[in-house]
């Protein structure tokens, strides 16, 4: 009876607020204040609605930093929900093309301001960097990549990708890493799923760095985040525990 409730609840209202953020998006296509808006407003409707919790720890002087690139783990589907609210003004995300595809969803994606790679295209992705650092430059924005560039679907904080920190290095902004705590615990047919944590770590400066400092830069990124994903992971349990 929950899983039904859930997927009915979750196909209607995602209906509904992708539908009016397009006709709103249409109004004016393609700004990146509008990525937080509807990211913010996913977490606030889906996170009652799946019975999540979520402690949301945000960098306190991170409104402040100017355009940077964040970093953060990607676990599943659920990473749109737990994670929104960590998600700052003026920053887009990296995708796949084809998210575009999506009926309803991918138009909304495009539409708030959101860079689309091609990743079949090996030419064209070998420019995603370039593609980054003049959005980065261009618009003033700051820019959310998940570099292990898959879902680690509860493996673990899996290798990572040096796109992420060429990227930043190149555009000569900080990095910011986010580590979110395990969602592979959450069930549709669990009516309580319990507490999950986000937390922004502190930004990584990158202004006296050259590309061939990014794989270190990348070490130093994974080193951090794995062993505050561990701690976060054990909070989170012990939250869970309580219950």
Request: aromatic share 8%; hydrophobic share 45%; with cysteine.
């Amino acid at each position: 009876m929950v899983f039904l409730f859930r997927l009915i609840s979750v196909v209607i209202i995602g209906i509904i607020i992708c539908v009016l953020g397009i006709i709103f998006c249409l109004l004016n296509p393609r700004n990146p204040k509008n990525v937080a808006r509807f990211a913010h407003l996913f977490g606030f409707v889906f996170k009652p609605i799946m019975g999540i919790k979520v402690d949301t720890r945000i960098y306190p002087d991170i409104d402040k930093l100017g355009s940077c690139v964040y970093i953060a783990n990607h676990q599943d589907n659920y990473d749109v929900i737990v994670a929104a609210n960590v998600l700052q003004p003026k920053t887009v995300t990296v995708g796949k093309k084809s998210l575009a595809w999506i009926p309803f969803f991918g138009q909304l994606y495009y539409l708030t301001g959101n860079i689309l790679i091609d990743r079949d295209n090996k030419s064209k992705a070998r420019n995603t960097i370039g593609k980054v650092v003049n959005e980065i430059k261009k618009r003033g924005i700051s820019i959310w990549m998940f570099p292990e560039g898959t879902r680690s679907r509860g493996r673990g904080l899996l290798p990572f990708k040096t796109g992420a920190f060429k990227a930043a290095i190149a555009a000569g902004v900080p990095i910011v890493p986010i580590c979110v705590s395990q969602t592979n615990d959450i069930k549709l047919n669990r009516l309580n799923n319990g507490h999950m944590i986000v937390e922004m770590l502190e930004p990584i400066e990158t202004k006296n760095l050259c590309k061939e400092d990014a794989r270190a830069l990348m070490e130093q990124c994974y080193t951090k985040m794995a062993n505050k994903i561990a701690q976060i992971n054990d909070e989170a349990k012990q939250l869970n525990n309580q219950k």
